[in-house]
């Protein structure tokens, strides 16, 4: 590990082993979500659902990241990452780093959560476990149901390789024809049933003339893809099944679009997100296929060997997460009800309230209701006369869009910004923005090269002593399904500078403007990054003249370089710096001359901890910024982010006291990230055991005690 080896001489902050590779810090927050699931202090389905949730994970970083370091390695194009592995060093060190853990991954499914689901009376079940009741009911369901759907396509010199589209699960079939010998076929199981079919038990099946049991409330279950294999006598009459072996897919998915080439992007972006299937492929995963058929994949699907990842059953493990929705609430964490602020609750009117006070939310603990509730009180408001809004994430029957809606039905004068390029949520914008276009709501898609991940709302309201603009701006998306699972910090505030800020930033977006330079918001790009880089030079003086530097940041990745040597300089300097970051980290912490001041930890618990806060002591002047920016080159040079100032005194207190340093005291569900890029769970020892969510769910509320 590098560091000062003497004292006068200077550690150059750009060698390349100061920095933690990207890819391989990414694998790490995901050993740290397999734990999550190894962890039997949760309830059995909690801990199922991490283990689903590590491997649709791993679908995406396939999809994304690797597909993006075969691009540069085809290519020959190089992007040198601060810790300078080449392409070539990054797919090899991944696959290693991965091997371990798939390993682990599959070992706790069927040594740990499958015997533990069979005691709770959930039965997962193969096909060949499955008594004579029970096969016949499936094969009646498969002749009704599933076979009119199937399409095998044969592979020989009459028929080209079939096109395997991405994450689908497929069967490779070899069949013996009488005639012509062995064949080879090529099954995609739809994806139109459940990948898990629930079933009745054997003594009960006699009692179903048909297959169709809720999901919910079956306490049997057989995969699909088996269900398929064993009735392949009825799709290839004549011939003998020798065996089929299920496969899966994955392709390269980073949509790439020339967005200055583009005559109408929304269509374009359509079309694009239709070429996800036609992909490179990236990764293919097996079972215990033979090897002529592991090769005929190989050479026709243009991999290489270190490509193929062999597998023990069952292959795409995260549609685990279908079994989450049993209903068994003794296998899951206790519910609890989000709290509203009273002045919201009591139903006053939502302005008069803003007006009154600025009040932060804490999703989930504080309802996502409210925010709801502002829109749509705005819609129907006589005295509003416009409203303007960013859309990033909103997921499908979303209460936001149908609220903006309703305000143009109104007569108010309505702004959108829709995101198209919202990675995997392309389909569900596209669909509001023509939906939002037909309603006569002025929809605009943002600047060119950009995406615009910032969140923002802004209503303007005639009054009596004249024109206000209220703003709500948060950490996450308005989208009230991922605000009961992510932490994100949502403010209500009627400041005119704000108010100002957020309306010239709206005219940057829908219209045309150079202003870099805003009143109170950092925005990216333009001065976000001067300014968090001004605030941590800020902490050094002030620490060398008064010895009581500190930084607390909490956010989801730390990856920039400048950022990162910036706070290199300030440990060097003796600023004491705390770091909470959810997923990557570059930075090495307590390396010697170098970051021995700052200590990173991560959680990883029942909620997906999202907000990103930034705390400044500046000599006790404090100062506390929240946004949807964390310290990636992407959000500070490639979208538009905004951070924003949290100048209410009492937010701010809440902000530090009640929030930021819970999490960093957190010693039960928090991990310590080393010098060499590992992780240790950090263990309460003599303090009192803390486990900042369930703090957060026992003191929800408090903090609007005051009101």
């Excluded at 392709?251 to 790439?256: G, I, K, L, P, S």
């Excluded at 932060?360 to 209701?369: E, G, K, R, V």
């Excluded at 029957?397 to 702004?415: C, F, H, I, T, Y």
């Excluded at 100002?500 to 977006?509: E, M, T």
Aim: aromatic share 8%; net charge neutral; hydrophobic share 40%.
């Amino acid at each position: 590990m590098p560091g000062r080896k003497n004292g006068d001489l200077p550690v150059d902050l750009h060698d390349h082993s100061l920095y933690i590779n990207r890819e391989l810090s990414w694998i790490e927050f995901n050993r740290r979500v397999l734990e999550e699931a190894l962890d039997k202090r949760y309830p059995l389905l909690e801990r199922l659902k991490f283990l689903a949730i590590f491997f649709s994970n791993l679908d995406e970083f396939f999809m994304i990241r690797v597909s993006g370091l075969r691009r540069q390695l085809t290519a020959m194009a190089f992007e040198s990452p601060p810790d300078a592995m080449k392409p070539a060093e990054q797919l090899e060190a991944i696959r290693s780093a991965l091997k371990p853990l798939l390993l682990q991954s599959l070992e706790l499914w069927c040594k740990d959560l499958l015997p533990k689901m069979t005691e709770a009376g959930i039965h997962i079940l193969n096909y060949s476990d499955l008594k004579g009741k029970q096969r016949k009911l499936l094969r009646s369901y498969f002749e009704r149901e599933i076979y009119p759907v199937l399409t095998p396509l044969a592979f020989d010199p009459g028929h080209p390789f079939p096109h395997i589209s991405n994450l689908s699960m497929n069967l490779a079939v070899v069949i013996n024809d009488p005639i012509q010998g062995e064949r080879f076929a090529r099954l995609k199981v739809p994806d139109t049933f459940p990948r898990l079919l629930g079933i009745p038990s054997e003594e009960k099946a006699d009692k179903y003339e048909r297959l169709g049991l809720a999901e919910s409330k079956s306490t049997h279950f057989v995969w699909l893809e088996q269900v398929v294999a064993a009735n392949l006598d009825i799709l290839f009459p004549g011939l003998e099944v020798i065996s089929a072996h299920p496969f899966r897919i994955t392709r390269d998915a980073d949509v790439e679009i020339e967005e200055d080439e583009a005559d109408d992007l929304l269509a374009t972006i359509e079309e694009s997100v239709g070429q996800r299937q036609f992909g490179l492929a990236i990764r293919l995963e097996v079972d215990k296929v033979p090897s002529r058929i592991r090769d005929i994949l190989v050479r026709n699907l243009q991999l290489a060997r270190y490509q193929v990842y062999k597998m023990e059953p069952p292959l795409g493990a995260a549609d685990l997460m279908q079994l989450t929705r049993i209903d068994r609430p003794d296998l899951k964490d206790p519910p609890f009800l989000s709290s509203v602020p009273p002045s919201f609750a009591k139903g006053d009117d939502m302005f008069s309230v803003i007006r009154s006070r600025n009040i932060m939310l804490y999703h989930p603990y504080d309802s996502f209701n409210p925010v709801v509730d502002f829109i749509q009180a705005a819609a129907h408001d006589p005295d509003v006369l416009a409203i303007k809004q960013t859309l990033y994430r909103v997921g499908p029957n979303s209460p936001v869009v149908q609220a903006l809606l309703e305000a143009r039905e109104d007569g108010k004068q309505v702004a959108v910004l829709v995101e198209l390029k919202a990675r995997f949520d392309e389909e569900n914008n596209i669909e509001w923005a023509r939906a939002l276009e037909r309603a006569g709501v002025h929809v605009v898609y943002g600047l060119v090269g950009l995406k615009t991940h910032a969140k923002m709302t802004m209503v303007v309201r005639r009054e009596a002593d004249g024109i206000i603009r209220y703003v709500q701006l948060g950490t996450g998306n308005y989208n009230p399904v991922t605000a009961r699972i992510y932490t994100d910090i949502g403010y209500f505030t009627c400041d005119p500078n704000l108010g100002a800020d957020v309306s010239d930033l709206f005219n940057a977006l829908t219209g045309y403007s150079r202003k870099d330079q805003y009143n109170k918001l950092l925005v990216a790009p333009g001065n976000m990054r001067q300014g968090l880089l001004a605030r941590i030079e800020r902490e050094i003086e002030r620490h060398k003249k008064n010895g009581d530097g500190y930084l607390a940041f909490k956010m989801n990745a730390l990856v920039d370089r400048a950022c990162i040597q910036a706070l290199y300089r300030a440990s060097q300097a003796g600023v004491k710096v705390d770091l909470q970051v959810r997923g990557m980290c570059c930075l090495r912490p307590g390396v010697s001359g170098v970051s021995e001041n700052i200590r990173v930890t991560s959680i990883v618990g029942r909620f997906l901890e999202h907000a990103r806060i930034f705390y400044f002591r500046n000599g006790g002047n404090e100062e506390i910024l929240v946004g949807s920016a964390d310290m990636m080159p992407r959000n500070l040079d490639r979208r538009v982010e905004i951070i924003f100032p949290i100048d209410d005194p009492r937010w701010r207190e809440v902000l530090r006291r009640d929030i930021l340093e819970v999490h960093l005291k957190d010693n039960m569900q928090s991990r310590r990230l080393l010098p060499d890029g590992n992780y240790e769970r950090l263990k309460a020892g003599k303090e009192p055991e803390l486990n900042s969510q369930q703090r957060m769910i026992d003191m929800r509320g408090t903090w609007h005690s005051e009101e």
